[in-house]
Antibody, heavy 119, light 107 residues
Framework: EVQLVESGGGLVQPGGSLRVSCAAS????????MHWVRQAPGKGLVWVSR????????DYADFVKGRFTISRDNAKNILYLEMTSLRVEDTALYYC????????????WGQGALVSVSS | DIQMTQSPASLSASVGDSVTITCRAS??????LNWYQQRPGKAPKLLIY???SLQGGVPSRFSGSGSGTDFTLIINSLQPEDFATYYC?????????FGPGTKVDIK
């Protein structure tokens, strides 16, 4: 059974940093693109970042470029999102998701990690 | 950047109804379009990929169509578990932009 389990969310002050993790199991993690998607309370889905299976290709949404860093440890089957210079508007549930091998859809999602940015 | 719009923003329907949700891209995205369902408090679920391909395990009452800039999600014979928010997502660009969502609630 595929499982994606996020952790590391919490309350942080504006300007602070936080790292969220996504532990993957039930599939060959090193073979798949992985994505981060966020959802502010009561709002819609917003794509944040993606990383290729081997880490060689990375893309970010403009609003996190230069502040967030996506990475992965294929030996440990963990996806990371390092967030710095956090803003109030970064408050959201952060989902990790797996891109299908034969589709361009996000076929598996975690339950999300809540990041709250407030003073 | 590609912008995605959806209409309507919300709709009310009854069990057994058929509903149509539209998604429009700001430029040609060929058929690189996904549809997701998100129930309250739950993670999104992929329904349709490449505009019209049904993801495994998804009931056949869901169908998708379109190409270029205009796309449609149809839900036939609405079931109680279908009351949710639906999002389109383009995968033509590197930014995988989502639409704003369409909330389907019970009339």
């Amino acid at each position: 059974e595929v499982q994606l389990v996020e952790s590391g969310g919490g309350l942080v002050q504006p300007g602070g940093s936080l790292r969220v993790s996504c532990a993957a199991s039930g599939f060959a993690f090193s073979n798949y693109w992985m994505h981060w998607v966020r959802q502010a309370p009561g709002k819609g889905l917003v794509w944040v970042s993606r990383i290729k299976s081997d880490g060689s290709t990375i893309d970010y949404a403009d609003f996190v470029k230069g502040r967030f860093t996506i990475s992965r440890d294929n030996a440990k089957n963990i996806l990371y999102l390092e967030m710095t210079s956090l803003r109030v508007e970064d408050t959201a549930l952060y989902y990790c998701a797996r891109l299908g091998a034969s589709t361009r859809g996000l076929i598996d999602w975690g339950q999300g990690a809540l990041v709250s940015v407030s003073s | 950047d590609i912008q995605m719009t959806q209409s309507p923003a919300s709709l009310s329907a009854s069990v057994g109804d058929s509903v149509t949700i539209t998604c429009r891209a700001s430029q040609n995205i060929n058929a690189y379009l996904n549809w997701y369902q998100q129930r309250p408090g739950k993670a999104p679920k992929l329904l349709i990929y490449d505009a019209s391909s049904l993801q495994g395990g998804v009931p056949s009452r869901f169908s998708g169509s379109g190409s270029g800039t205009d796309f449609t999600l149809i839900i036939n014979s609405l079931q109680p578990e279908d009351f949710a928010t639906y999002y389109c997502q383009e995968t033509f660009s590197t930014l995988f932009t989502f639409g704003p969502g369409t909330k389907v609630d019970i009339k």
